[in-house]
């Protein structure tokens, strides 16, 4: 399929063949032109994004709120697995993890499903780890860090 955006190509990244999106340069030639409709839902997505910077400054501690909306996103994602451990269940059971946390506690599962993503989410900031790809979401260290991950941050 022909994209007027930009191309594919065909690269390398850790050893891995990848595909990747180059964009066009910008500005565009010929230059993008908006009709009446298209100009009003852009002003209706500005709107919405200076909403949005309202509310966000609104915030007190962006790190607090990632922590606790991270972590309800994961009771939620677990629970549609049948885990059945409430957000009290996995702020208790953070709370008052020894060193070797009961594999059988309803709110490991969940603590497990948050080591994945800082383990995901450290690769893709480390500049020598893994990119986002399948490579990433298959490795076999993702799954050995849903045991054997010593701490947590609380950024994610």
């Known amino acids: 399929?022909?994209?007027?955006?930009?191309?594919?190509?065909?690269?390398?990244s850790l050893g891995e063949e990848?595909?990747?999106f180059v964009p066009a340069p910008l500005p565009p030639i010929p230059p993008i032109t908006l009709d009446q409709d298209a100009q009003n839902l852009l002003h209706a997505a500005e709107t919405a994004l200076a909403h949005?910077?309202?509310a966000c400054e609104l915030v007190p501690s962006p790190g607090w709120f990632i922590y606790g909306f991270v972590r309800k996103e994961a009771v939620l994602t677990?629970?549609?697995e049948g885990t059945q451990a409430t957000l009290?269940?996995?702020l208790t059971h953070e709370a008052e993890t020894p060193k070797k946390?009961?594999?059988d506690h309803p709110a490991q599962e969940v603590c497990n499903y948050l080591d994945a993503l800082g383990f995901a989410r450290e690769q893709l900031l480390d500049s020598r780890?893994?990119?986002?790809s399948l490579s990433l979401l298959r490795s076999p260290l993702l799954y050995v860090s849903l045991y054997?991950?010593?701490?947590?941050?609380?950024?994610y």
């Open 101 to 103: 946390p009961a594999a």
């Open 148 to 155: 054997f991950k010593q701490h947590r941050s609380e950024y």
């Open 88 to 90: 009290e269940d996995l």
């Open 78 to 80: 677990s629970q549609i």
């Open 18 to 20: 990848v595909c990747a």
């Open 1 to 12: 399929m022909e994209r007027t955006t930009g191309t594919y190509v065909v690269t390398r």
């Open 52 to 54: 949005l910077q309202l």
């Open 129 to 132: 780890g893994l990119p986002l």
